[in-house]
């Protein structure tokens, strides 16, 4: 079963877990301090260089960096299927809500409005 | 359009940032300092509750959390689309070395290997 | 010369960053990605533990604890540095802040008022 | 009694909780997730500007970063309380790891050295 939609990457998840009966340490709780440990290792590939240049990976960082998001988006998966959550319905309502809150025509450009606008 | 994948996603992301000219503040240093904070957002949710109860969610923190997992979702989507990272290709291989780093038969239902084998 | 006070341990940083050019890349921007980082190395050793066993640490785990915990405290203090601030005289401040928020008899032995006072 | 050290910080925090009868959700596990919790709200004060001029603090904004670092501050003191940590020690210790490890005569002033000795 190819991993082709985040269904199946939900699905083969649930099976990884299950064969290793590791539904028992995966609390929302829990799950949700692994995701930050993960954001942090991503965090770290970034943390000296310069912003501009942040998009320039050399081949190893690059591999690295991609094994980071990978595991963002597992323990992501994860968390919703236990709380039941959808994840594109969900950050599709967050964009109407962003949309609203940041109307193109006022934070246009402006890095300031958009510190403002962003930092809540 | 509706978003039904994450591709769909990353194009309504695009035209978001490029709406509001947002492209010059979402190098993956910034954006990754961005999906950190939401992972913090996410997990003071749970901070003070015990584990085995953390997903029982009241009505608004599950709201809440909705919105944390949907940001989370929308950063790493941003990231994946700077760097040109197929999320769900690198969750699939991401999937497989864990399957060879933690074969089934040997961690399973031990919490003790279970950390072991997670913490690196 | 002993670090025997959050000065000392200033002035032993700022000669470790002289001593090796490292000014440039200590902005509080890049030192608060590396504070996170170690909070997340940190969190990486309670994240599949019960919370009331998390204090019981294995030693090798302990020393690592011990090296989580003195990184967070030097970023922390290069960052005050920098910006100028008295972190003793930030942290005497904020207890007065919490405790007009949280008075004693209000709060006192309740996970709910706890939870709903603590997470803002 | 004045906070005029890490000590008499660690008791007045000690006698905080004990009035609030808060010692049961102060966990190490617990604890890590607040701490990071507020080194995230410190990240998102420069998440969206530039590295050279992230010292550069409007007052408002200055006070607020005042509060995380207070706050960071407070629960690595509670936590190193638990576990019987003497921070000072332990960045002592931690400096002199990093002065083997990072040679001033090797790594001046490269930051392609400094990222690759730093990241580990």
Redo the contacts between chains.
């Keep these: 079963m ?5 269904e199946t ?1 939900r699905d ?2 649930r099976i ?1 877990a299950d ?4 539904n ?2 995966h ?4 799950l ?6 993960e ?14 240049s ?2 320039l ?1 050399e081949d190893t960082t ?1 591999l690295a ?3 980071e ?6 323990y ?1 998966v994860q ?2 299927d ?2 039941g ?1 959808d ?9 109407e ?3 609203k809150k ?1 109307p ?1 025509d006022k ?3 402006s ?1 300031k409005k ?2 403002e606008y ?2 809540d």
Excluded: C
Aim: no cysteine; proline share 2%.
């Design positions: 190819p991993i082709d939609s985040l990457l083969r998840l990884f064969e290793r009966d590791w028992k340490f609390t929302p709780k829990n949700s301090m692994a995701l930050i440990a954001a942090a290792e991503l965090i770290e590939h970034f943390q000296w260089v310069e912003g501009d942040s998009h990976l690059r960096v991609e094994q998001l990978a595991d963002i988006l597992i992501l968390i919703s236990k709380l959550i994840l594109l319905q969900a950050a599709e309502a967050k964009i809500i962003n949309a940041y193109a934070v246009r450009g890095s958009y510190t962003e930092n």
